[in-house]
């Protein structure tokens, strides 16, 4: 009798516990790569670096100023950002242009503000997408300066040859195309420096210059002008005008309706915010890819990929 009494109470703790096991949703919890959503569905990591429930956004700039710099100043807009599309939206700043045209590729990051050199090459590259592009002082355009030292003999781009020049990086409009293209006007190409070297701040072309270890260099206009009088003070001896402005550039595939709207929150945005990103930036504005096709049709000319 006892033998089947204790049958009897094994049989019941094994009923228990799969009725128990059930109910609490008796499965493995996910492994790997995938992690629990807030209703307990599994939600894989996309290519934006979003995990779990709260979906991350991520943007880059091409590398103007230092990299701190850059997480302080874009700061302001991923909080703007992060309300208007409901998503966590995080900086990452780009070592080189390079690396913020391959990272939007590979969909390492989302949106990425690219100078007109690389946007081309992203659009042309892999369906990259501009959707606005940066307003400057109002306008759609910026500008390029050639420069030297201010107690330099240099007053031309035709005295350059046979000199040293700096160039910024070999991604960039500003300090490395427009500059190329001021001086093809005139005859000079590279093989008729002394030395042509490509450096990828445009910080430390300034630098290059004032040191004396270059004659002249080139970088965007707002740089100059923010660095001119350092040092013995510089001198502009050839400027390149009507640059089409920095395009905010998408990854493809993203999704329509966020595309929609980030474009929407980007066009919204107020001339305080646009500042805090850059001191001349006044906004955004709409954005065609014909406005970029001289810069194509400029780097196919001087052989720049």
Same mark, same amino acid.
Request: one cysteine or more; proline letters at 4%; a negative charge.
């Given at each position: 009798?006892?033998?089947?009494?204790?049958?009897?109470?094994?049989?019941?703790?094994?009923?228990? %516990?799969?009725?128990?096991?059930?109910?609490?949703?008796?499965?493995?919890?996910?492994?790997?790569?995938?992690?629990?959503?807030?209703?307990?569905?599994?939600?894989?990591?996309?290519?934006?670096?979003?995990?779990?429930?709260?979906?991350?956004?991520?943007?880059?700039?091409?590398?103007?100023?230092?990299?701190?710099?850059?997480?302080?100043?874009?700061? !302001?807009?991923?909080?703007?950002?992060?309300?208007?599309?409901? +998503?966590?939206?995080?900086?990452?700043?780009?070592?080189?242009?390079?690396?913020?045209?391959?990272?939007?590729?590979?969909?390492?990051? &989302?949106?990425?503000?690219?100078? !007109?050199?690389?946007?081309?090459?992203?659009?042309?590259?892999?369906?990259?997408?501009?959707?606005?592009?940066?307003?400057?002082?109002?306008?759609?355009?910026?500008?390029?300066?050639?420069?030297?030292?201010? &107690?330099?003999?240099?007053?031309?781009?035709?005295?350059?040859?046979?000199?040293?020049?700096?160039?910024?990086?070999?991604?960039?409009?500003?300090?490395?195309?427009?500059?190329?293209?001021?001086?093809?006007?005139?005859?000079?190409?590279?093989?008729?420096? %002394?030395? %042509?070297?490509?450096?990828?701040?445009?910080?430390?072309?300034?630098?290059?210059?004032?040191?004396?270890?270059? =004659?002249?260099?080139?970088?965007?206009? =707002?740089?100059?002008?923010? =660095?001119?009088?350092?040092?013995?003070?510089?001198?502009?001896?050839?400027?390149?005008?009507?640059?089409?402005?920095?395009?905010?550039?998408?990854?493809?595939?993203?999704?329509?309706?966020?595309?929609?709207?980030?474009?929407?929150?980007?066009?919204?945005?107020?001339?305080?915010?646009?500042?805090?990103?850059? !001191?001349?930036?006044?906004?955004?504005?709409?954005?065609?890819?014909?406005?970029?096709?001289?810069?194509?049709?400029? +780097?196919? +000319?001087?052989?720049?990929?």
């Amino acid at each position: 009798m006892s033998k089947l009494l204790k049958l009897v109470s094994l049989m019941l703790v094994v009923v228990l %516990a799969v009725f128990v096991f059930t109910a609490c949703g008796g499965k493995a919890p996910a492994t790997g790569p995938e992690e629990q959503s807030g209703d307990g569905q599994a939600q894989s990591s996309d290519q934006s670096g979003q995990t779990g429930s709260k979906e991350t956004f991520t943007i880059s700039a091409i590398g103007l100023e230092d990299p701190e710099i850059m997480v302080k100043n874009f700061k !302001p807009l991923c909080d703007y950002l992060s309300e208007k599309i409901d +998503m966590e939206v995080r900086f990452k700043p780009a070592p080189t242009y390079e690396n913020a045209v391959q990272w939007l590729k590979d969909g390492t990051i &989302d949106m990425a503000s690219l100078g !007109p050199v690389t946007y081309v090459q992203a659009h042309d590259g892999f369906g990259g997408e501009a959707i606005v592009k940066a307003l400057e002082g109002g306008e759609a355009f910026y500008e390029s300066v050639i420069f030297v030292r201010k &107690d330099s003999p240099i007053n031309k781009l035709q005295d350059m040859k046979g000199k040293k020049m700096a160039f910024g990086d070999k991604d960039s409009c500003s300090s490395n195309l427009s500059p190329k293209y001021l001086y093809s006007k005139v005859g000079i190409f590279e093989k008729d420096f %002394a030395e %042509a070297k490509n450096i990828t701040s445009q910080n430390d072309v300034i630098q290059a210059v004032i040191s004396g270890e270059f =004659h002249a260099g080139a970088v965007k206009a =707002h740089v100059f002008d923010k =660095h001119k009088n350092e040092g013995v003070g510089l001198k502009e001896i050839a400027r390149k005008t009507e640059i089409p402005t920095f395009p905010y550039t998408i990854r493809p595939g993203m999704d329509s309706q966020l595309k929609e709207n980030l474009k929407k929150a980007l066009l919204e945005v107020d001339e305080e915010l646009a500042k805090t990103i850059e !001191p001349k930036y006044t906004g955004f504005t709409d954005v065609s890819d014909e406005d970029y096709q001289w810069i194509r049709e400029a +780097m196919e +000319m001087l052989g720049i990929e």
